[in-house]
C-alpha cells in the first residue's frame, strides 16, 4: 500500500493510508488535545477539542476522525485553533455537574486540601493529614490557632448545620504531629531537602509569617536561605503581636526550628537601612525576597495621641519584657483584633476595669466575634459608636475626651460611615490609654533603594510578587497593608516559586491557579446527596481553659480537640470536590487554554451520584458523552453495560433500564474509570465523600 504524505505545521510525515490526522500528528510527536478519543476505539468526535485547519478547505476539522489525505497541509495551532478549541472547552464546562474543589478550598488563602487531611483524620490515617497540611502551609500549628476560618465561611454544613470547625481539625492535624515526633525536622535532624543544593543563596528581609514560609518552600527547592529581622527572635507578627494565650511560645518555636533544622540561617536584630541596604544584599545573594510586614503603629489621630501607647508596642513588651504596667483603668481605643487582644492582656495585667472604645457598633467590628465574646466573658466592656477626640493628663491620671457617633452612609470599606453627635463629648479617666488603632508598613528603610512603592507599601506585581528591581520579590503585609497571616504565608509560598524561576531562568510566572468550576448553592435533593451517610450532629465545641486561670495567667485558652472529638468532627464533611484519582483531563486542557467556565453559563445540569458499585463511583452531570465507558464495557462483553439515553441536549450515558452501575459494570468498570476524561466515573477511595461513605 502507497503511504500518504502530509505536512503538519510545516513537518512532513508519511502514514498508512485510513490513518488519521490525529495519529499522524503523534508520529511527529505532536500533542494535539483530545478528550474523547481513546487509543483502540472507535472516535467519536465530541468533544472537537482536536480541531485543526487544513489549507484549503473550509471551517476546521476533528484530527480524530479525519483521514490524511494525500498532499494535505494541516495546520494544529493556530490562533483560529486554539480559538476554537478554547470556546469547545468552555461550552463543555457550561453545565458541569460538579466542583474541580471544595468550596472551603477556594476560600484558603494557600489552597489547602482542606477535604483531603479531614478525609485522613476521619480514616485515623493522622501522618498522611498532618503530610497534606504541612506541604501546603508553613507553620501550620500556629495558624490552627490564629486563623479567621476565612475556609468555613464556604462550608457547605452552613446550609444544614453549623460549619465545620476546619481551623481545630488543621490545628488538631498540625498539633498531632508535633508531639508525635515523626518526622525528621521534629527529632532535630537534619531533612534532606526535596531538591539537591544548587548554591545559590536567596536573602530574606523579615522572619514573619511571610518570610518564614518562602524560606520553607525556598530550602526544600535548594536554594540557601539567610533571614534578617530587627527583632531578637524571629516570628514577626506571630510572636510580637498576639499574646502567648492564643499562640503559646512553644509552639511557634517548634515550628521555626523546623525551617532551622532545613538548613535556614537567622541574622537577627539586624535592621534594613541601619545595618545593611537593599544594595548590598543584592550584591551579595542571588535573590531578594522583602517580607518586612506592617509593624508601625497609628495615633489616636486626635491631639494628646503621644500619651496613648500603642498597641504593638504594648504586645511587645509582653513578649521580650519587662511587661508594661497598666494599673486599674484601662482604656484600649479600636475594633479589630489587636483590640482585643490588648484588651486580654490588661485583664491578665491585673487591670480591674478594661474598656473598649469603638466608633462604630457591634456589627461593623473588623475582628473576629468569637474573639470580641471571649473579651466580655473575660471582663472587657466594649463601648460603641465612640470616638476620641482629645487625650491630656490631669492630676496624674489620663484624660480621654470621648464623642458619642452615629452611623452614615457607607464609606470606601463599605461600612456605614461615623458621624458625629454634636454635644455629646464626655470624659472618661484611666491609668492606661491604648491605642489600637491599625498598622502601617514602615517604608523609611527603603529611601533611595530604587524600588517602586504603592500606597500600601512596595508595589509588586500580584501573580508573581516581583517589583520594579530584577531579582527583588515583596510580599506579605509589607505589599498589602496589614492582613491575615494566612494571606502572608501563601505569599510566601508564591515568591518561593516566582525566586526559584527567577534562580532558574525561567520566565517568572508565579504559581498559576487551575480552573476552578464550582457548582454554587445547591438545591434541597442535590445537598441530600451529599449529606447521605453522614451523620448529622452539631459542631464540636472546643474545651477551654477554667475562667479562674483565663483572667490571672497567659495559659493558652483554647485547650485543643481530643482525639475523639477531632475524629468525631471530621466525619461531618460533606467531602466536596472531584476525587478523580487519575488528573481530569478536562480541567487540565481548561487551564492550558486560560478558558473562564462562566462564559456560556446557564441551567447546569443536576447533581446526583451513583455509589452503588464497590470500585467505582459515578457522577453522570460531568459526564461529556465522549462514550469511552460504553465502548469499554462492550468490549469485554458486560451483559448490560452503558448506552446513550435521551436525544439531544437531554442525552446521557446510563445503564439500560435505569440500572445502576453496580449492575451495569461488573466486569469493566476499573477500566471504565481509566479511560473517562472527567471525574464522571472515579475509582473509590479517593478522598471524596462518596467514595468515602460508600
Known amino acids: 500500500m502507497t503511504a500518504v504524505k ?47 485547519k487544513i489549507q484549503g478547505r473550509p471551517n476546521l476539522w476533528p484530527s480524530c476522525a479525519t483521514p490524511a489525505a494525500e498532499g494535505m497541509v494541516v495546520i494544529s495551532d493556530s490562533d483560529e485553533v486554539r480559538a476554537a478549541r478554547k470556546t469547545s472547552l468552555e461550552l463543555l464546562l457550561s453545565d458541569h455537574a460538579g466542583d474541580c474543589i471544595g468550596p472551603c478550598r477556594t476560600g484558603c488563602p494557600a489552597r489547602l486540601d482542606i477535604p483531603g487531611f479531614i478525609a485522613g483524620i476521619a480514616a485515623g490515617d493522622h501522618p498522611k493529614a498532618a503530610q497534606i497540611v504541612t506541604d501546603s502551609l508553613t507553620l501550620p500549628a500556629s495558624l490552627g490557632r490564629v486563623c479567621p476560618r476565612l475556609c468555613e465561611q464556604r462550608c457547605r454544613q452552613c446550609d444544614v448545620e453549623e460549619a465545620l470547625s476546619i481551623r481545630n481539625l488543621h490545628r488538631f492535624a498540625a498539633d498531632h504531629q508535633r508531639r508525635a515526633g515523626a518526622p525528621a525536622e521534629l527529632a532535630g535532624e537534619t531533612p534532606a531537602p526535596l531538591c539537591p543544593p544548587t548554591g545559590r543563596r536567596v536573602a530574606v528581609v523579615g522572619a514573619g509569617p511571610a518570610g518564614l514560609a518562602a524560606a520553607h518552600h525556598l530550602l526544600r527547592q535548594g536554594h540557601g536561605v539567610v533571614l534578617f529581622d530587627a527583632h531578637p527572635q524571629p516570628g514577626g507578627m506571630l510572636r510580637y503581636g498576639i499574646p502567648e494565650f492564643r499562640l503559646p511560645r512553644q509552639v511557634l518555636d517548634a515550628e521555626i526550628q523546623m525551617i532551622r533544622t532545613l538548613g535556614a540561617e537567622f541574622r537577627l536584630g539586624k535592621h534594613l537601612g541601619r545595618d545593611f541596604k537593599l544594595e548590598d544584599l543584592r550584591k551579595d545573594f542571588d535573590a531578594v525576597f522583602l517580607a518586612i510586614g506592617a509593624q508601625g503603629s497609628r495615633g489616636l489621630g486626635c491631639p494628646g495621641e503621644e500619651l496613648a501607647m500603642p498597641a504593638l508596642e504594648f504586645l511587645e513588651r509582653l513578649t521580650d519584657g519587662p511587661p508594661p504596667t497598666v494599673g486599674t483603668d484601662v482604656i484600649i481605643v479600636g475594633g479589630g483584633n489587636t483590640a482585643m487582644d490588648a484588651s486580654r492582656c490588661a485583664i491578665r ?43 491630656e493628663r490631669k492630676a496624674g491620671k489620663l484624660t480621654l475626651t470621648c464623642q458619642r457617633m452615629e452611623l452614615g452612609p457607607p464609606d470606601k470599606s463599605g461600612r456605614a460611615s461615623p458621624v458625629p453627635i454634636p454635644g455629646s463629648e464626655y470624659e472618661v479617666q484611666a491609668t492606661c490609654v491604648i491605642a489600637a488603632i491599625g498598622q502601617s508598613v514602615d517604608l523609611d528603610p527603603l529611601n533611595n533603594a530604587q524600588v517602586t512603592l504603592s500606597k500600601w507599601g512596595i508595589a509588586a506585581d500580584p501573580k508573581t510578587l516581583a517589583t520594579n528591581l530584577p531579582g527583588v520579590f515583596a510580599g506579605g503585609d509589607a505589599v498589602t497593608g496589614p492582613d491575615l497571616a494566612v494571606r502572608a504565608v501563601a505569599a510566601g509560598k508564591l515568591a518561593a516559586a516566582s525566586v526559584d524561576q527567577y534562580l532558574n531562568g525561567k520566565k517568572v510566572i508565579g504559581v498559576p491557579e487551575s480552573v476552578n468550576v464550582l457548582m454554587g448553592k445547591l438545591s434541597e435533593e442535590e445537598l441530600a446527596v451529599f449529606l447521605r451517610g453522614i451523620e448529622q450532629a452539631s459542631r464540636a465545641p472546643m474545651p477551654h481553659l477554667p475562667m479562674d486561670k483565663r483572667r490571672t495567667t497567659f495559659e493558652e485558652v483554647e485547650l485543643g480537640f481530643s482525639l475523639e472529638a477531632a475524629t468525631r468532627e471530621s466525619r461531618r464533611c460533606l467531602g466536596c470536590g472531584c476525587g478523580k484519582a487519575i488528573p481530569c483531563r478536562l480541567r ?107
Do not use: N, W
Not at 498508512?16 to 478519543?37: D, W
Open 349 to 391: 495585667l491585673g487591670a480591674k476595669s478594661v474598656r473598649v472604645l469603638y466608633r462604630r457598633t457591634r456589627r461593623e467590628m473588623p475582628c473576629l466575634m468569637e474573639e470580641v465574646e471571649a473579651a466580655e466573658a473575660e471582663g472587657v466592656h466594649i463601648d460603641f459608636l465612640v470616638a476620641p477626640v482629645r487625650l
Open 6 to 52: 502530509l505536512t503538519i505545521d510545516g513537518r512532513a510525515t508519511e502514514v498508512a493510508p485510513g490513518t488519521t490526522i490525529l495519529s499522524a500528528a503523534r508520529t511527529l510527536g505532536l500533542a494535539i488535545p483530545t478528550l474523547c478519543q481513546v487509543e483502540g476505539f472507535e472516535h467519536s468526535a465530541s468533544c472537537f477539542l482536536c480541531a485543526v
Open 588 to 694: 487540565q486542557f481548561a487551564t492550558d487554554y486560560g478558558v473562564d467556565p462562566q462564559r456560556f453559563v446557564g441551567e447546569r445540569r443536576h447533581f446526583s451520584r451513583d455509589t452503588s458499585h464497590p470500585d467505582i463511583i459515578f457522577e453522570p452531570g460531568k459526564c461529556i458523552i465522549c462514550g469511552a465507558c460504553v465502548q469499554v464495557a462492550a468490549q469485554v462483553g458486560e451483559e448490560l453495560g452503558l448506552s446513550f439515553i435521551g436525544r439531544g441536549f437531554q442525552v446521557s450515558v446510563a445503564g439500560p433500564f435505569h440500572k445502576p452501575m453496580a449492575e451495569a459494570l461488573r466486569k469493566s468498570a476499573r477500566r471504565a474509570a481509566e479511560v473517562c476524561p472527567t471525574g464522571a466515573i472515579m475509582l473509590k477511595g479517593t478522598g471524596c465523600a462518596g467514595c468515602r461513605l460508600a
